[in-house]
């Protein structure tokens, strides 16, 4: 069997040293054939040239050059493009995904799994704030898009061929690989580990790239927030009529009308502001097709190491 290792790079200059070392020995530990795809994600900093010199003194390091940054799921995806194993694996650059778990996951591989998962039992070097807004999110996530994605599984796993080719054809621009994935609906294994906290570098993901990320997730998988304003805005006719018969008997039967602005003023404001939300809502559905209609594709290549040609061409 060959094993292939996707390691998505943005400004990771500070801990490929010590990923390459930490690597290395899992690598060559397992008994099979391997390669490590690293998808340089447009890093300004030393990356690129520390990934070029790796490449060059091993074949077995293979290196795909973005032209840009086109984030961490672009990379991702590009990875799985390209990358020849009969098994894949996605991992982290910063070491949060241990090496050490790689024999692990190639178990519940042989044991016939086409997806094993590595679940976060304990996380480290996060602040508190990064792991309530994950577990709201996975709770959020499991409620409203799909039971099936699994809490504390981030995207360190491991994929079949046939899971790396199935994915391969969902080719959508705003991508939730961890969703896409739990929609294969394939058998699935998980294996737990404890995270720890960063070897070296801060995290690519601040909290606006975190939100971003969040409503990607939501609106690529459900319409509930559109099903949401529908229903809001129903409700609140339903109070406008409500309010209206009262309004028509203050004014034909008690005929003290002219009282009455200040709740006049408050429908307007809370009515005004419930249509602009959900006109924005739908605005963004609007604008998510418009980007999916362009059929760009979902990254550009700009060089490569050792890389022969990928499964699913850049322009799906
Ligand atoms: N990453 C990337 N492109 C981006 C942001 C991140 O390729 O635009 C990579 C990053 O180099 C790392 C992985 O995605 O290998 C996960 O990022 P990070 O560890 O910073 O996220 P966190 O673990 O803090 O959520
Ligand atoms: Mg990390």
């Not at 008994?31 to 990934?51: A, M």
């Not at 490449?55 to 293979?62: C, E, P, Q, V």
């Not at 241990?98 to 590595?118: I, N, R, T």
């Not at 429908?267 to 559905?285: E, K, M, N, R």
Request: hydrophobic share 50%.
């Amino acid at each position: 069997m060959k094993l292939s290792v996707v390691i998505p790079i943005f400004n990771e200059a500070e801990v490929l040293p010590s990923l390459l070392a930490a690597l290395h020995p899992v690598l060559e530990g397992l008994g099979c054939v391997f390669e490590v795809l690293f998808v340089e994600d447009g890093s300004r900093d030393d990356s690129p040239t520390i990934l070029d010199a790796a490449a060059r003194a091993d074949s077995r390091i293979k290196v795909l050059q973005f032209s840009r940054n086109f984030g961490h799921q672009a990379a991702i995806t590009a990875g799985l493009d390209f990358a020849t194993g009969d098994a894949v694996v996605v991992m982290d650059a910063d070491l949060q995904d241990p090496p050490e778990l790689l024999p692990a996951m190639v178990q519940k591989y042989e044991e016939g799994y086409d997806v094993v998962s590595a679940q976060r039992v304990q996380r480290d070097g996060e602040t508190a704030f990064k792991r309530a807004t994950a577990s709201l999110f996975y709770a959020i996530m499991r409620k409203a898009v799909d039971e099936r994605l699994r809490p504390q599984v981030g995207d360190f796993r491991l994929l079949s061929r046939r899971a790396v080719d199935a994915l391969g054809g969902l080719r959508e621009q705003h991508r939730f690989v961890r969703g896409l994935i739990a929609w294969l609906g394939l058998r699935e294994a998980v294996v737990p580990f404890h995270r720890r906290a960063r070897a070296a570098g801060t995290t690519k993901y601040p909290v606006w790239k975190m939100l971003r990320f969040a409503w990607t997730a939501i609106s690529s998988f459900s319409a509930l927030p559109l099903k949401l304003s529908l229903y809001g805005g129903m409700a609140l006719t339903l109070l406008g009529v409500v309010y209206s018969v009262l309004v028509l008997y203050e004014t034909f039967v008690l005929r003290t009308t002219v009282r009455g602005w200040a709740s006049l003023v408050c429908i307007q404001l809370l009515f005004s502001g419930a249509i602009l939300t959900a006109i924005g809502l739908v605005g963004d559905y609007v604008a998510r097709i418009y980007e999916e209609v362009k059929g760009r594709p979902l990254y550009v290549v700009a060089g490569g190491r050792n890389l022969g040609e990928p499964a699913w061409p850049a322009r799906a």
